[in-house]
Each structure stands twice: as C-alpha cells, then as structure tokens.
C-alpha cells in the first residue's frame, strides 16, 4: 500500500536551486518512493529570525509524492538527503543549504519528539500553502479538514 505525501524543500544558502533539485531527484531515488509532482520554485523571506539576524532569501518548492515507507523511515531518508546535501544543524531555523520537512503524510497525524505530522507551522505559512496549492489543492489537511486550497485562501 502507498500513501501520498507533501513535501517542503527550502534553501537559502549557495546555490539553492542546484540543492533544491538535488535534494528532489535524491528523494525519487530513494526505495519505496515515487515522485508525482513538484511545484515551481517560489523565493521567499526568511522567518522566525532574531531581529539582529540577517538571512539570505529562500528558494522553496512543496513536492508530492507517492510512498510505501513508514513515517520515521521518510524521515530518516529525507535526513540522509539533507546531510548528503552539506545541511548542518547548529541551531534551530538557522540558514541552511538544504531542508527538507514531512508536511503532510496521506491522513496520519501523529506526534513524537522527532515528528509532528501534520507539520504544525504548514497553516500558517504562504511559503508552503502557495506551492502546495499548485501540486494538490484538493488534498486534504487531517486535522483542520479542509483543502489545501481553502488553508490558502485564508491567509
């Protein structure tokens, strides 16, 4: 059995869009993942920064794809991927080269130390809501019920 998945790419760091499709090609090279669509890159402000802090501006990209992985087993390969990608962790939201985040995973919700699905900030992000849209407006957010387009359209 495969389950649908949306994933967040982002990078602000080096060449960002070399790592976005890096980091996407990685992913449909992985066992038990197929690719279906992946949106145009959108640049984007960097968020949650101190205010003392300056960040380059973001490339993101939301992907869909198709799994028969388990949850954890996604994110240990999308970490992989990251850390193939030169991704180094400091800090929380520090600049990086490549970050890959487990948005939506088919109806699951689920809550761990490692993972949060659905992720918990992806309802109030246009950076990820825009290109969602665009993949899969019609799929559905578990926990709020509606669409991905009806999460956009009101921010």
Do not use: C
Not at 12 to 40: C, D, I, P
């Amino acid at each position: 059995m495969t389950t649908q998945v949306l994933i967040g790419l982002g990078s602000n760091l080096g060449e960002r869009e070399m790592y976005l499709t890096r980091a996407w090609k990685l992913l449909g090279e992985t066992s038990g993942v197929v690719l279906l669509h992946v949106s145009r890159l959108y640049e984007t402000q960097p968020v949650l920064v101190s205010p003392d802090e300056i960040q380059p501006m973001y490339l993101n990209a939301v992907g869909l794809l198709e799994t028969k992985l388990q949850p954890m087993e996604l994110l240990r390969a999308m970490q992989a991927i990251e850390e193939k990608l030169d991704r180094v962790r400091t800090r929380q939201w520090e600049s990086r080269t490549i970050d890959l985040d487990l948005l939506l995973f088919g109806d699951l919700v689920m809550q761990s130390v490692e993972l949060t699905i659905p992720h918990p900030r992806m309802t109030e992000r246009l950076f990820v809501l825009e290109p969602a849209a665009e993949v899969t407006p019609d799929m559905l957010h578990p926990t709020t019920k509606k669409t991905i387009a009806q999460l956009l359209s009101t921010l």
